[in-house]
């Protein structure tokens, strides 16, 4: 079993927060789940951390819709903080709305982090969730 | 005796005044006065020193042959004839008048001769002149006419008779000449005419028509006047004229006109000449009928006369362009203003008019009026930008029904996965927990789409006109306890009797929202004071709803404020319907809303309530 430091979910939604939790346990041992009901929640947290030299988390579940700072502006804020590692952020939505799509598409190409684009429902996690394979190698 | 008497005679002959000669019947002089020897030089003939002809030798116009048939002719004879001098000619008459003696037997011939310079003379001048009148009359096609009262005849001159189409022969009587006016008018006038001249010696000028021997129908100027000689009219000298060309060129230059006037008149256009001041100098019905005006009171004016300054100083520099650069103007859209105010759109063309020199003197002007299409064009124009909005709308709604639909069959297939897959009975209790929780939030969101189309669909609105202060105090009642609870203080400045033109439903539904979210958006440190204000504006009511509440970062947030399920505060009962519902049922009722607000002051909203019942 996949082994990890620190998963964040950033969802607004209790029960998609609950399906994610229930299905990461049966597939990675973490030691820390943290959850966010909104980005601006998961910034204050990430902030924290940066400050207190705690290293980031290596995997972020984003929710897209969500009130006060939705998926889009935390991404952008994300983007300004100063992270070293490489995240893996899996943007989630029920959203079918191609410039959602796109919005991702853009952010994808212009950031140094892994982003992926998974449509609701989830029914598993997959191995390029959590880790980035390296077909290369 | 008889010698005597002969010498006597002869004494007398040679003293005669008068150039006197005798011949004999052998046309030999017997003798001749001295003044018609003065005349008559005898050229030395040996033969035959008396004879007659030697002394008509040198004279011109008087041949041997034709001087012996007046000399033996029985009756009285008159011949002109000139001697050709070295300097000058002399004209002569010499009348030849046989000489009988008391048996009456013919004796000789008595010629007497005299100078006749002056009559020649006379007779060249009158020549000369009868020349130049007839080349007058026939390089200017005036003819001329004679009726002399002594003679009661008519003489018409050669251009007179072209005229008439007569042959150069005809004479015509006075009847006749009448005869060849047209009937009715022309005959009548001319008639009357003569018989004026003749009576009381006044003199005319007339148009009128004949109809020539040919048939054909022609103008022509016919002038009269009286010549008198001692008091009495003895003659009648006119003029005549054709002047058919020119009447009918007139005629068609008139009908053209005519024609054009009528075509100007009527047009649906307005059209206009101006000078180089812009002064108008000609205007068409439509033009008048536009300011409302005669063309005599437009005759002279200019823009700044009739219309709005600044349309005026517009129209003055178009008018300067076109003449300064001598290119039309075509098919611009231009806008008057009347003196009135009154506003119209046309389709304006200016064209220079120019001189013989290629100079601008003035344009011509044409302007349609476009005020209704222009009118459609603007209703077209807001028509497409509410389907492009409404269409920008149902997109997003259809966005948010998918979106919120989907979130929730989501969670049920992923919850349902689960549970197929669940073995412990605990967990299996905490989906089921789950699953009806998903339904009721699934419920949740139908209700609130439901609503939303409720306003969206309801075409027919009722507007009604409320008392806007009992619907406030009604809500305000309503939600007393909530009010209560949070100290609320409530300042209401608005007129008593202030009404506003709303759906009553739609009004509370309003007033509701926007104070619950005064007080639910309170600031933590102080007690919520409301501001109700409303003004009166040209199309409806202004409502402003002041909170003193957390505020709103509209920088970050301002275009999402009246979205669907968008909220801005951790509040537990933000619901992020409230504002997208009331916008919407301001817009369906023709109103909008705008807010004003800043972080940790408070928020202003303002809602126009539009007075139109559409």
Redesign the interface.
């Known amino acids: 079993m996949e082994k990890m430091n620190s998963i964040f979910i950033i969802d607004d939604d209790p029960i998609t927060v609950f399906g994610i939790k229930k299905m990461l346990k049966a597939t990675v041992e973490c030691s820390e789940i943290k959850d966010f009901h909104n980005g601006k929640k998961a910034m204050e947290q990430l902030r924290y951390d940066i400050e207190n030299g705690v290293p980031a988390p290596e995997v972020i579940f984003l929710d897209i819709n969500m009130p006060i700072m939705d998926g889009w502006e935390f991404l952008e804020a994300f983007l300004k903080l100063r992270i070293e590692e490489k995240v893996i952020i899996n943007v989630i939505t029920s959203s079918i709305d191609p410039s959602d799509y796109q919005k991702w598409n853009d952010f994808r190409l212009n950031c140094l982090h892994y982003l992926n684009f998974k449509n609701k429902p989830i029914f598993k996690i997959e191995a390029t969730d959590l880790k980035r394979i390296n077909l290369a190698s | 005796m008889k010698s005597t008497q002969t010498d006597l005679n002869r004494s007398i002959l040679h003293q005669l005044p008068l150039a006197t000669a005798l011949v004999d019947t052998s046309f030999s002089l017997i003798d001749a006065s001295d003044t018609w020897h003065h005349i008559f030089e005898a050229t030395v003939d040996t033969s035959n020193p008396n004879s007659i002809f030697t002394f008509f030798e040198d004279h011109e116009g008087c041949t041997s042959e034709l001087l012996e048939q007046y000399l033996i002719g029985n009756d009285i004879r008159t011949i002109r004839h000139k001697k050709v001098g070295t300097e000058n000619t002399i004209w002569l008459e010499s009348t030849f008048a046989p000489w009988f003696d008391q048996n009456d037997k013919i004796q000789g011939t008595i010629i007497q001769t005299k100078d006749i310079a002056r009559e020649i003379r006379k007779d060249i001048e009158l020549e000369k002149i009868k020349e130049l009148f007839e080349a007058t009359s026939e390089v200017s096609r005036i003819g001329s006419w004679e009726y002399s009262l002594e003679t009661e005849k008519l003489s018409w001159c050669p251009m007179t008779k072209q005229i008439h189409e007569v042959p150069e022969n005809y004479e015509p009587t006075v009847a006749e000449a009448i005869e060849f006016y047209k009937q009715g008018y022309s005959r009548n006038k001319i008639s009357m005419l003569f018989h004026k001249v003749l009576q009381e010696g006044s003199s005319f000028h007339e148009r009128l028509q004949i109809i020539t021997q040919k048939g054909e129908e022609r103008w022509v100027a016919a002038g009269g006047k009286a010549i008198k000689k001692d008091g009495e009219i003895v003659k009648i000298f006119g003029t005549f004229q054709n002047i058919n060309a020119q009447v009918v060129a007139e005629k068609r230059t008139k009908e053209s006109e005519r024609l054009l006037t009528t075509l100007i008149d009527n047009l649906p256009i307005n059209v206009f000449i101006k000078d180089k001041d812009s002064r108008k100098i000609l205007v068409n019905k439509a033009e008048c009928d536009y300011l409302d005006t005669t063309p005599n009171t437009l005759i002279g004016k200019t823009d700044f006369e009739l219309y709005d300054e600044n349309v005026a100083q517009i129209s003055r520099e178009e008018d300067l362009e076109v003449m300064r650069s001598l290119k039309p103007m075509l098919g611009e859209e231009t806008i008057n203003v009347k003196k009135d105010g009154k506003i119209t759109h046309f389709l304006t063309s200016k064209i220079p008019l120019l001189d013989m020199d290629g100079k601008a003197y003035g344009l011509i002007g044409m302007s349609m009026d476009i005020s209704n299409l222009k009118q459609k064009e603007e209703q077209l124009r807001n028509l497409i930008n509410v389907t492009a909005i409404q269409n920008k709308k149902l997109i997003n709604f259809a966005?948010i029904v998918?979106?919120?639909l989907?979130?929730h069959?989501?969670?049920?297939?992923?919850?349902l996965?689960?549970l197929i897959k669940e073995e412990d009975p605990n967990e299996k209790e905490r989906i089921l927990k789950?699953l009806s929780?998903?339904s009721d939030n699934l419920l949740d969101t139908l209700e609130n789409l439901n609503e939303v189309v409720d306003i969206s669909t309801n075409v027919n609105l009722d507007k009604k006109s409320l008392n806007l202060n009992e619907a406030i105090c009604r809500v305000a009642q309503n939600l007393s306890a909530f009010l209560e609870k949070n100290k609320v203080e409530l300042v209401n400045s608005i007129a008593k009797d202030l009404k506003v033109m709303s759906v009553p439903a739609y009004l509370e539904s309003i007033l509701l929202n926007l104070m619950t979210n005064a007080v639910k958006y309170r600031h933590p440190l102080r007690d919520p004071k409301i501001l109700l204000q409303a003004t009166i504006e040209e199309e409806g009511i202004e409502f402003i709803i002041q909170d003193n509440g957390l505020g709103i970062d509209l920088e970050r947030y301002g275009d999402k404020m009246f979205g669907m399920?968008?909220?801005?505060?951790?509040h537990k009962d933000?619901r992020?319907l409230g504002l997208y519902i009331i916008k919407n049922q301001i817009e369906a009722m023709g109103g909008q809303i705008t807010v004003a607000s800043m972080v940790n002051k408070g928020s202003t909203f303002k809602v126009f309530f539009n007075g139109k019942n559409e």
């Open positions: 966005h998918s979106h919120n989907r979130s069959s989501a969670n049920f297939s992923m919850l996965e689960f789950m929780s998903a399920y968008k909220t801005f505060h951790n933000a992020g």
